[in-house]
C-alpha cells in the first residue's frame, strides 16, 4: 500500500539511469537514499591508455594536462610505462589525431564513465534495499562518511579493545574520526597506522580499511593470526582523512579528488591532500596552480586534515613501527622516497618488507601487483603521507603507500569488488606485520 501511495512520484520514464527507480523503493519503504544522481555528468567521457615512447610524446600528455584537455587516473611514469586519463567525447577525437601522428594509440578501457557510475549506484541502492531490515552493518557495500564514524563509534562502544578519538576538523568542520585496537595500556607497544581516503574518489580505500578495522576488532580472541597481531602491535585506523572531498563525492561529484578549501582561484577549490605534507612540499610532482588536481596548498600543512594526520603521528611518536597509505588503483605497493630517486638508506630493508606483503597480495587472488619505491615505479611527487612518515621526524622505515587493485573499473568499481579488494589487502598488510624487525 505504501508502494502505491509514493508511486506518483517514481512515475518518470526510466531511461539510462535506472538508479532512479531504486531511489523510488527506497522512499516507498520509508528508507533514506544514500545518494542521488550527481549534478557533475560524465556522459561520453573516456579513460583512455597509452604507452608514451618519446620525449615527445610524454610533453604532448603533459601539455593536454595543462590545458585541461585531459585528466590524469595514471601518470605517465615515464617512457615505455602506461599512462591513463580521461577526457570527454568532444576532445577524444583531436587528442586522438595528435597522438596518432606520434605513434600513440589509445586504447579505450571505459567508454562511458557515466554509466559506469550509475552501474555503481544502483547496485549501492539495490544492497541498501537487500538489507534494510538488517542491523548488521554491510561491509559489501559503499558507505557515506556519517555512517563509517556511526560503525567505529558503535564498535568502541560495545568492545573493550576499539577506543574511537576525533583528531582534527576538516575544512568544512567534520570530525576526521580515528579508531584503535589495542590490548592493555597506550604508550607501551608498538603501532601499526592505517591512513585510507585521502583522495575523495577512491571509494575502496574506505570499504577497505572499515574491513580491516571490523577484522581487528571483532577478531581478536577468534582468529589466532589476529589475535597474535594484537597483542604484538596497537593499531591505528583512519578510515577517511578527507571527509569533506568525501562527502562531496557522493553528493556532487563522483570523480572529485581534493578537499573542499577555498583557494585563490573561487573557481577552482580544494587541495591535494596527500601533496600537502612536509616532504619536499612543493617540488616535483605536486603542482601550484588551485585548478590542479595536485594542488599542494599555500604552505605545508595549510590543510587542517592534514595537520590532523601529522598532530595523530606525533602524539605517537617512538611507537609508530609501520605507516600504510591506502589509496587507489592500479596494483602497486611503493616505499619512499617520491620526489626524488634516490634511494633511502634502509631502502634495502623497506624492500625485503613490500615484497613479502606484495606477493601475499597476489597469492590470495591472483591479482598482479608490483612493487618499488614511487619515484622509480610510478612517478615523482612531493609532499605525501608516506615519505612525510619516513622523513618528518620519527624515521618510520617501513612507511608505505598501496594502490589497490582496480584496472578494469578505475575509481568506480562495483560493490562487489569490495571484499576481495579488502581481503587480499588485509592479507599484504598481514604479511608485512608479521615480517617487521
Same mark, same amino acid.
Not at 174 to 203: M, N, P, Y
Not at 245 to 255: F, M, P, V
Not at 258 to 265: F, G, Q, S, Y
Not at 361 to 375: C, Q, R, S, V
Given at each position: 500500500?505504501?508502494?502505491?501511495?509514493?508511486?506518483?512520484?517514481?512515475?518518470?520514464?526510466?531511461?539510462?539511469?535506472?538508479?532512479?527507480?531504486?531511489?523510488?523503493?527506497?522512499?516507498?519503504?520509508?528508507?533514506?537514499?544514500?545518494?542521488?544522481?550527481?549534478?557533475?555528468?560524465?556522459?561520453?567521457?573516456?579513460?583512455?591508455?597509452?604507452?608514451?615512447?618519446?620525449?615527445?610524446?610524454?610533453?604532448?600528455?603533459?601539455?593536454?594536462?595543462?590545458?585541461?584537455?585531459?585528466? #590524469?587516473?595514471?601518470?605517465?611514469?615515464?617512457?615505455?610505462?602506461?599512462?591513463?586519463?580521461?577526457?570527454?567525447?568532444?576532445?577524444?577525437?583531436?587528442?586522438?589525431?595528435?597522438?596518432?601522428?606520434?605513434?600513440?594509440?589509445?586504447?579505450?578501457?571505459?567508454?562511458?564513465?557515466?554509466?559506469?557510475?550509475?552501474?555503481?549506484?544502483?547496485?549501492?541502492?539495490?544492497?541498501?534495499?537487500?538489507?534494510?531490515?538488517?542491523?548488521?552493518?554491510?561491509?559489501?557495500?559503499?558507505?557515506?562518511?556519517?555512517?563509517?564514524?556511526?560503525?567505529?563509534?558503535?564498535?568502541?562502544?560495545?568492545?573493550?579493545?576499539?577506543?574511537?578519538?576525533?583528531?582534527?576538523?576538516?575544512?568544512?568542520?567534520?570530525?576526521?574520526?580515528?579508531?584503535?585496537?589495542?590490548?592493555?595500556?597506550?604508550?607501551?607497544?608498538?603501532?601499526?597506522?592505517?591512513?585510507?581516503?585521502?583522495?575523495?574518489?577512491?571509494?575502496?580505500?574506505?570499504?577497505?580499511?572499515?574491513?580491516?578495522?571490523?577484522?581487528?576488532?571483532?577478531?581478536?580472541?577468534?582468529?589466532?593470526?589476529?589475535?597474535?597481531?594484537?597483542?604484538?602491535?596497537?593499531?591505528?585506523?583512519?578510515?577517511?582523512?578527507?571527509?569533506?572531498?568525501?562527502?562531496?563525492?557522493?553528493?556532487?561529484?563522483?570523480?572529485?579528488?581534493?578537499?573542499?578549501?577555498?583557494?585563490?582561484?573561487?573557481?577552482?577549490?580544494?587541495?591535494?591532500?596527500?601533496?600537502?605534507?612536509?616532504?619536499?612540499?612543493?617540488?616535483?610532482?605536486?603542482?601550484?596552480?588551485?585548478?590542479?588536481?595536485?594542488?599542494?596548498?599555500?604552505?605545508?600543512?595549510?590543510?587542517?586534515?592534514?595537520?590532523?594526520?601529522?598532530?595523530?603521528?606525533?602524539?605517537?611518536?617512538?611507537?609508530?613501527?609501520?605507516?600504510?597509505?591506502?589509496?587507489?588503483?592500479?596494483?602497486?605497493?611503493?616505499?619512499? #622516497?617520491?620526489?626524488?630517486?634516490?634511494?633511502?638508506?634502509?631502502?634495502?630493508?623497506?624492500?625485503?618488507?613490500?615484497?613479502?606483503?606484495?606477493?601475499?597480495?597476489?597469492?590470495? #587472488?591472483?591479482?598482479?601487483?608490483?612493487?618499488?619505491?614511487?619515484?622509480?615505479?610510478?612517478?615523482?611527487?612531493?609532499?605525501?603521507?608516506?615519505?612525510?612518515?619516513?622523513?618528518?621526524?620519527?624515521?618510520?622505515? #617501513?612507511?608505505?603507500?598501496?594502490?589497490?587493485?582496480?584496472?578494469?573499473?578505475?575509481?568506480?568499481?562495483?560493490?562487489?569488488?569490495?571484499?576481495?579488494?579488502?581481503?587480499?589487502?588485509?592479507?599484504?598488510?598481514?604479511?608485512?606485520?608479521?615480517?617487521?624487525?
Amino acid at each position: 500500500m505504501q508502494i502505491r501511495r509514493f508511486s506518483r512520484f517514481c512515475s518518470f520514464p526510466l531511461s539510462t539511469m535506472q538508479v532512479l527507480h531504486v531511489v523510488c523503493l527506497l522512499v516507498a519503504l520509508g528508507l533514506s537514499a544514500a545518494i542521488l544522481p550527481k549534478s557533475v555528468d560524465y556522459s561520453g567521457h573516456k579513460v583512455v591508455s597509452v604507452l608514451p615512447k618519446s620525449e615527445k610524446g610524454l610533453r604532448t600528455l603533459e601539455n593536454f594536462e595543462r590545458q585541461g584537455t585531459i585528466k #590524469y587516473w595514471i601518470h605517465p611514469a615515464g617512457l615505455n610505462r602506461p599512462a591513463s586519463f580521461q577526457i570527454s567525447a568532444s576532445d577524444f577525437e583531436l587528442v586522438s589525431n595528435v597522438l596518432a601522428d606520434q605513434a600513440l594509440s589509445p586504447i579505450v578501457l571505459i567508454d562511458n564513465i557515466q554509466e559506469l557510475i550509475e552501474k555503481q549506484n544502483k547496485e549501492i541502492l539495490e544492497r541498501q534495499l537487500e538489507n534494510a531490515n538488517s542491523k548488521a552493518f554491510d561491509f559489501e557495500n559503499f558507505h557515506t562518511y556519517s555512517e563509517l564514524l556511526a560503525f567505529m563509534q558503535e564498535t568502541a562502544a560495545n568492545n573493550p579493545l576499539v577506543s574511537y578519538s576525533v583528531i582534527g576538523q576538516s575544512y568544512e568542520g567534520r570530525d576526521i574520526g580515528q579508531a584503535t585496537v589495542r590490548t592493555g595500556s597506550a604508550g607501551v607497544k608498538q603501532i601499526i597506522f592505517l591512513e585510507c581516503g585521502i583522495h575523495a574518489r577512491e571509494w575502496i580505500t574506505e570499504s577497505t580499511c572499515i574491513w580491516i578495522f571490523d577484522q581487528l576488532a571483532n577478531g581478536y580472541g577468534v582468529d589466532a593470526e589476529i589475535t597474535a597481531l594484537v597483542d604484538k602491535f596497537d593499531w591505528i585506523i583512519v578510515p577517511t582523512s578527507n571527509p569533506d572531498g568525501y562527502e562531496y563525492s557522493w553528493a556532487s561529484d563522483r570523480l572529485w579528488r581534493k578537499n573542499r578549501a577555498l583557494t585563490d582561484n573561487a573557481l577552482c577549490p580544494g587541495v591535494d591532500l596527500n601533496r600537502n605534507y612536509d616532504a619536499n612540499f612543493g617540488g616535483d610532482g605536486s603542482s601550484p596552480l588551485p585548478c590542479s588536481e595536485t594542488y599542494h596548498g599555500v604552505s605545508a600543512f595549510s590543510e587542517s586534515e592534514a595537520a590532523a594526520i601529522r598532530d595523530s603521528l606525533a602524539a605517537n611518536r617512538g611507537f609508530v613501527k609501520a605507516f600504510v597509505s591506502v589509496h587507489s588503483y592500479g596494483g602497486i605497493w611503493m616505499s619512499p #622516497y617520491g620526489y626524488i630517486r634516490e634511494l633511502p638508506l634502509e631502502y634495502d630493508e623497506m624492500y625485503r618488507v613490500m615484497a613479502i606483503g606484495a606477493e601475499a597480495i597476489t597469492a590470495t #587472488y591472483g591479482t598482479p601487483f608490483e612493487y618499488a619505491n614511487e619515484a622509480a615505479i610510478l612517478y615523482l611527487t612531493s609532499g605525501t603521507t608516506r615519505d612525510y612518515a619516513y622523513v618528518g621526524g620519527d624515521n618510520i622505515i #617501513y612507511a608505505y603507500t598501496i594502490e589497490t587493485r582496480g584496472k578494469a573499473y578505475g575509481f568506480v568499481p562495483p560493490p562487489s569488488e569490495i571484499l576481495e579488494t579488502a581481503i587480499e589487502t588485509w592479507n599484504g598488510i598481514k604479511a608485512m606485520a608479521n615480517n617487521l624487525l
